[in-house]
T-cell receptor, first 113, second 113 residues
Framework: AQKITQTQPGMFVQEKEAVTLDCTYD???????LFWYKQPSSGEMIFLIY????DQQNATEGRYSLNFQKARKSANLVISASQLGDSAMYFC??????????WGAGTKLIIKP | DVKVTQSSRYLVKRTGEKVFLECVQD?????MFWYRQDPGLGLRLIYF???????EKGDIPEGYSVSREKKERFSLILESASTNQTSMYLC????????????FGNGTRLTVT
C-alpha cells in the first residue's frame, strides 16, 4: 500500500535559520512523483516543489530544496534562511500509478522572530 | 499562472438544503478533484474526474455527488446537507501523469447549521 509519513507534527525554528521537514514514503510503483505543499492559516494550498522518482538531481525552487534519498524512501523539504512568512502547515504528498495523491498528515512550522 | 477558482469562500447552509460548490480551472487540465479537510483528519478525497462526464469515487463519497459537464468546471453537490458536512472543501486540478502537481483553489469553508 502507498503511504506518506511525516513524523514531525510541529516545529519551532528561529528566523533566518534553515529548516528540514521530514517525509518518508512507501510505494511499489516504479514511477512516482513527490510533492510538497504549503498551507498558510488562510487555507489555500500552495504547491512548492516536485521531485520525480527517476530524477537524478535533487529539485530546487528558490529557497526550497528537496533532499531526495530514494534508497531510504525519504523526500525531506529544506527551507533555507527561514522567514516569518514561512509559518504554515507543510504537507508531503506522492502521486503514483493511479494518479491520485497520497497525503501526509502535515507538519506545522512556526518561525520565531 | 494556473488559476482554480471556487465560487464561494464562506458558505452557511441549513440542514437538509441542497448545496452546490462550484470550481473552475483555466489551464485545460484533464483531472479535477474535490477534497475535504478537517482538523486531525487531513485531506480526504471525495470525488475526482479524469475527463468530461467521467467521475470516480474517492475515499469518502457518501452524501456527495459531482458533475463535470465541461472540462473546466467541476461541481460538488451535497444532496441534503448535514451538520457533519461542515468542513473546508478544496478543489484542485492537474494534468495527467505522476509528475503533475495538483493546483488548488482557495477553498470553501462550509458551515451547516
Amino acid at each position: 500500500a502507498q503511504k506518506i509519513t511525516q513524523t514531525q507534527p510541529g516545529m519551532f525554528v528561529q528566523e533566518k535559520e534553515a529548516v528540514t521537514l521530514d517525509c518518508t514514503y512507501d510505494t511499489s510503483d516504479p514511477s512516482y512523483g513527490l510533492f510538497w505543499y504549503k498551507q498558510p492559516s488562510s487555507g489555500e494550498m500552495i504547491f512548492l516543489i516536485y521531485q520525480g522518482s527517476y530524477d537524478q538531481q535533487n529539485a530546487t525552487e528558490g529557497r526550497y530544496s528537496l533532499n531526495f534519498q530514494k534508497a531510504r524512501k525519504s523526500a525531506n523539504l529544506v527551507i533555507s534562511a527561514s522567514q516569518l512568512g514561512d509559518s504554515a502547515m507543510y504537507f508531503c504528498a506522492m502521486r503514483g500509478s493511479n494518479y491520485q495523491l497520497i497525503w501526509g498528515a502535515g507538519t506545522k512550522l512556526i518561525i520565531k522572530p | 499562472d494556473v488559476k482554480v477558482t471556487q465560487s464561494s469562500r464562506y458558505l452557511v447552509k441549513r440542514t437538509g438544503e441542497k448545496v452546490f460548490l462550484e470550481c473552475v480551472q483555466d489551464m485545460d487540465h484533464e483531472n479535477m478533484f474535490w477534497y475535504r479537510q478537517d482538523p486531525g483528519l487531513g485531506l480526504r478525497l471525495i470525488y475526482f474526474s479524469y475527463d468530461v462526464k467521467m467521475k470516480e469515487k474517492g475515499d469518502i463519497p457518501e452524501g456527495y455527488s459531482v458533475s463535470r459537464e465541461k472540462k473546466e468546471r467541476f461541481s460538488l453537490i451535497l444532496e441534503s446537507a448535514s451538520t457533519n458536512q461542515t468542513s473546508m472543501y478544496l478543489c484542485a486540478s492537474s494534468f495527467e501523469g505522476v509528475n503533475s502537481p495538483l493546483h488548488f483553489g482557495n477553498g470553501t469553508r462550509l458551515t451547516v447549521t
